[in-house]
């Protein structure tokens, strides 16, 4: 079974960091074709892709968050960490990780974080 | 980036209806399309890939489709436990994009 948690701080301040750990189980991310990837959503609004990584260590970003994000693997510990920078109220979502397939399908996810940004 | 736009925005059926739900690309994705369904306050789940395929455990009553122009979710037979908000993905290339979504709401 496939199964990803997501766990991390519920508020952070404006200006702070968010670092954020997906703890996956049930496949391996040294595996060819794997990957993991990071989707948020605002309270009531539709869903954003904006970080995967390939288990190549290939990376990708979004454009808008590319210059605030970074994402790591730890395959020894079946983890991969998301840091997000410059925390702004508008980073308020539901923070997803998913188990990416087939380069871009996002097949099985975590049950999400909701992080607020709030002073 | 491509443009990923769902219509209608909320769809309001009954249960045993069929509806469609459409997705129209702002470029050129091939069949590098999924639909996922999304329960409230749930994590999404992946319905459809590759435009047409079934996810292993999904419902024969879901499939999809591709037009000219555009892509479609077809559910034939609609049950009570399918209203929920859908949302179409493409994969085609970075950054990869979601629709807006569709809510689908009881009649």
């Known amino acids: 079974q496939i199964t990803l948690k997501e766990s991390g701080p519920t508020l952070v301040k404006p200006t702070q960091t968010l670092t954020l750990t997906c703890t996956y189980s049930g496949f391996s991310l040294s595996t060819s074709g794997e990957g993991v990837a990071w989707i948020r959503q605002p309270p009531g609004k539709a869903l954003e892709w904006f970080a995967l990584?390939?288990?190549?260590?290939?990376?990708r970003y979004s454009p808008p968050l590319k210059s605030r994000v970074t994402i790591t693997k730890d395959t020894s510990k079946d983890q991969v960490v998301l840091t997000m920078t410059n925390m702004d109220p508008a980073d308020t979502a539901t923070y997803f990780c998913?188990?990416?397939?087939?380069?871009?399908?996002?097949?099985?996810w975590g049950r999400g974080t909701l992080v607020t940004v709030s002073s | 980036d491509i443009q990923m736009t769902q219509s209608p925005s909320t769809l309001s059926a009954s249960v045993g209806d069929r509806v469609n739900i459409t997705c129209r690309a702002s470029q050129n994705i091939i069949n590098w399309l999924a639909w996922y369904q999304q329960q409230p306050g749930k994590a999404p789940k992946v319905l459809i890939y590759k435009a047409s395929i079934l996810e292993s455990g999904v419902p024969s009553r879901f499939s999809g489709s591709k037009s000219a122009t555009e892509f479609i979710l077809t559910i034939s037979s609609l049950q009570p436990e399918d209203f929920a908000t859908y949302y179409c993905?493409?994969?085609?290339?970075?950054?990869?994009?979601f629709g807006q979504g569709t809510k689908l709401e009881i009649k």
């Open positions: 998913a188990r990416v397939v087939q380069w871009g399908i996002f097949q099985v």
């Open positions: 990584i390939y288990w190549s260590n290939d990376k």
């Open positions: 993905q493409q994969y085609n290339s970075f950054p990869y994009t």
